[in-house]
Every structure is written in C-alpha cells, then in structure tokens.
T-cell receptor, first 116, second 112 residues
Framework: GAVVSQHPSWVICKSGTSVKIECRSL??????MFWYRQFPKQSLMLMAT?????????EQGVEKDKFLINHASLTLSTLTVTSAHPEDSSFYIC????????????FGPGTRLLVL | AQKITQTQPGMFVQEKEAVTLDCTYD???????LFWYKQPSSGEMIFLIY??????QNATEGRYSLNFQKARKSANLVISASQLGDSAMYFC?????????FGAGTTVTVRA
C-alpha cells in the first residue's frame, strides 16, 4: 500500500524555538495532505488541509501564524511550529489524500513534540 | 456538534472472544464514508475497514466487520476471535468532502 513518512519521529526543543516537521508521500503524489494534532488519550483533531501550490486551509481555532504549512511539491508538506511553547507539546500526524474510495487517506507514523 | 460519537471509553475482552465497538455519526450529506482505525501505543494509525454510504452490504475485512445501520446512523465495529495484539485504541471516523472527523476513541484491552 501507499506509504507516508514523517520526519522527525520525535523532537525535544526549548520554549521559543521553531520546529519543522516533514510529511512525505513516498510512492504516490498527493495533491492534498492533512495535519492532525493529538493530545494524550484524546482523539485526532484536524488542524489544516495542505494543498499543493496554494495556501493551506486552517480549521477554526488553529493559528495560521503559529502553525505554518508549506506544500511545495506533490510529495512533501511541512508543518512549522513557530515559537513553540510547552502547550504545543503533542503528537502531530499527517495524512496524504490519494483520492476517493475506501482508503482515502494514508497516515504517517507521527511526530512527538516535547517543548521544554 | 459532534459528528462522530463513541460512547465506550474502554473495553475489556477475553482472548478469542468477539467484541463490538459502538459508533454513531451525524451528517446531512447523502455521500459519506465511514472508517475504523486502530492506533497501538506506537501511535501509528492503521486502517481497518471502510463503509461507503451507498454500500448495500456490510463491509468485512478478515476478523473485522462493520455493522452498518444507515437509518440509525450507526457503524459499529465487530472484532471476532480477539488476539492479544488487538489491544489498542480504536477510532471511528467519517469522511465528508475529503476531511476526516474522528470519534473520541475506545481503548480495547484483550485479556489472556
């Protein structure tokens, strides 16, 4: 099946620094990618929809200046958490849309972010 | 309003027994898709089964089957012959316009 990778798998950073997370579709082209955030023992919450070649669409309540998304190619989307704070510590998961059907989205393995 | 409701925070099941995970959804769109994902402690989201809103038959994938009751807006997951490796978090999700909305999840613990 289709594979989506994320890098890094985990990151620890100091408060105030910026962190970039990459999401790549390895064997298919993804015009649309999605970024989710998941706090411990909670559900996945959609943060934004990343469209290749255009601006990302953010869900209500998600600060677009805080979470910068760039979808520069059909295989790569990046999420940058700017000026990270401890409350941004979470599990970030991306998914890539391969089209309509039974397996619309393939998920990456996730990135655990800890902000100290 | 919550689109996906999973009312069971946690469930215990004996190995080799079957377990049913509840999921109800809310939508006015006639075209939608329903998914179940398994999330083990590693965090990866593993696709289990899919049911399209126009599918006439209940979906099955190996030990997983989906009890789709459209009029009740219900899409329960049945795991048969539970194995220790089935212990994980299970999420029900609905796709509308390419976006997935997830339920709160159900933690399943399989006992030997």
């Amino acid at each position: 099946g289709a594979v989506v990778s994320q890098h890094p798998s985990w990151v620890i950073c100091k408060s105030g620094t910026s962190v970039k997370i990459e999401c790549r579709s390895l064997d298919f082209q993804a015009t649309t990618m999605f970024w989710y955030r998941q706090f411990p023992k909670q559900s996945l919450m959609l943060m934004a929809t990343s469209n290749e070649g255009s601006k990302a669409t953010y869900e209500q309540g998600v600060e677009k200046d805080k979470f910068l998304i760039n979808h520069a190619s059909l295989t790569l989307s990046t999420l940058t958490v700017t000026s990270a704070h401890p409350e941004d510590s979470s599990f970030y998961i991306c998914s890539a849309n391969i089209g309509a059907g039974r397996e619309t989205q393939y998920f990456g393995p996730g990135t655990r972010l800890l902000v100290l | 309003a919550q689109k996906i409701t999973q009312t069971q925070p946690g469930m215990f099941v004996q190995e080799k027994e079957a377990v049913t995970l509840d999921c109800t959804y809310d939508t006015s769109d006639p075209s939608y898709g329903l998914f179940w994902y398994k999330q083990p402690s590693s965090g990866e989201m593993i696709f289990l089964i899919y049911q399209g809103s126009y599918d006439q038959q209940n979906a099955t994938e190996g030990r997983y089957s989906l009890n789709f009751q459209k009029a009740r807006k219900s899409a329960n997951l049945v795991i048969s012959a539970s194995q220790l490796g089935d212990s994980a978090m299970y999420f029900c999700a609905m796709r509308e316009n390419d976006k997935l909305s997830f339920g709160a999840g159900t933690t399943v613990t399989v006992r030997a």
